[in-house]
T-cell receptor, first 109, second 112 residues
């Protein structure tokens, strides 16, 4: 069946550092891939998506590329800000989304 | 745009009580979902629906019931509340398979 393995946290970085959160998946077919962000006390918000191999999703300075050959969808940002502190979830598409366990990111000034 | 609206936002129940968590969406989405999120944990799917009149179990359906009489509404019913059901409950909707889900702000439920 489908599964998502996500980098365990928590992750703590200094402001302006480079961010990578790893996500790999196992799937049949060609599902879409998503990254969601959850700020404290809020619901999940779609951050970015990619619908086919080699697609790059991007939003708010975050990027992720759908890599079929490595079955990965790693989230990256070149320079993080304190406001990026949140929990990030990788998800695999289908009739039901398959979510990773989430990675808590804290950015310190 | 309202999107996905959940009510109430907070609720405290006593053990054995029942309640219904309301969820409505105004995006004409066919698919709707209920999740629970325990503190510091990921999401667990309780029930989902692919259209009015159709519901199916997720990974943790015990102790809950749902109905889907309209496209817009997908209420979640807790019967005989137990402390293990203390959690944050999220409702979500999507156009269909392989589409992004849109989430409500959640209902924070404590059972004492």
């Amino acid at each position: 069946g489908n599964s998502v393995t996500q980098m365990e946290g928590p992750v703590t970085l200094s402001e302006e550092a480079f961010l990578t959160i790893n996500c790999t998946y196992t799937a049949t077919g060609y599902p879409s891939l998503f990254w969601y962000v959850q700020y404290p006390g809020e619901g999940l918000q779609l951050l970015l998506k990619a619908t086919k191999a080699d697609d790059k999703g991007s939003n708010k300075g975050f990027e992720a590329t759908y890599r079929k050959e490595t079955t990965s969808f790693h989230l990256e940002k070149g320079s993080v800000q304190v406001s990026d502190s949140a929990v990030y979830f990788c998800a695999l598409g289908g009739e039901k989304l398959t979510f990773g366990t989430g990675t808590r990111l804290t950015i310190i000034p | 745009n309202a999107g996905v609206t959940q009510t109430p936002k907070f609720r405290i129940l006593k053990i054995g009580q029942s309640m219904t968590l309301q969820c409505t969406q105004d995006m004409n989405h066919n698919y709707m979902y209920w999740y629970r999120q325990d503190p510091g944990m990921g999401l667990k799917l309780i029930y989902y629906s692919v259209g009015a009149g159709i519901t199916d179990k997720g990974e943790v359906p015990n102790g809950y019931n749902v109905s889907r009489s309209t496209t817009e509404d997908f209420p979640l019913r807790l019967e005989l509340a137990a402390p293990s059901q203390t959690s944050v409950y999220f409702c979500a909707s999507s156009y269909g398979t392989n589409q992004p889900q849109h989430f409500g702000d959640g209902t924070r439920l404590s059972i004492l």
